[in-house]
């Protein structure tokens, strides 16, 4: 069971990324993922999610329309695009697994590596 996080990088305040999650082991599409990010001094925040069941999102208020959480079953992949980035959107971001969606990092039984977002103003 693995997940691998990859596409993080540097960008300017108002520029876009888009963060990819490959997940191997078990049946992609069984399970919800969900993309948390951590700040320096800070703790784990919840950030979006894709819910297994009903194929609905959930995001936290603070990207609301300016992040995009997608899947791809084919690949294994899921994805979140990042538009508008903000210097407070830097932080290490991190894929992650589990049977249910849920804000709360406890609901999640697989991690990915993460990796580092750094937004300049």
């Known amino acids: 069971v693995q997940l691998q996080a990859s596409g993080g990088g540097l960008v300017q305040a108002g520029g876009s990324l888009r963060l990819s999650c490959a997940a191997s082991g078990r049946t992609f599409s069984s399970y919800s993922m969900a993309w948390f990010r951590q700040a320096p001094g800070k703790e784990r925040e919840f950030v979006a999610a894709?819910?297994?069941?009903?194929?609905?999102?959930y995001y936290a208020d603070s990207v609301k329309g300016r992040f995009t959480i997608s899947r791809d079953s084919a690949a294994n992949t899921v994805y979140l695009q990042m538009n508008s980035l903000k210097p407070e959107d830097t932080a290490i971001y991190s894929c992650?697994?589990?049977?249910?969606?849920?804000?709360?990092?406890?609901?999640?039984?697989?991690w990915g590596q993460g990796t580092l977002v750094t937004v300049s103003s």
């Open positions: 992650a697994r589990g049977s249910q969606w849920a804000a709360q990092p406890d609901a999640y039984v697989d």
């Open positions: 894709s819910s297994r069941s009903e194929g609905s999102t």
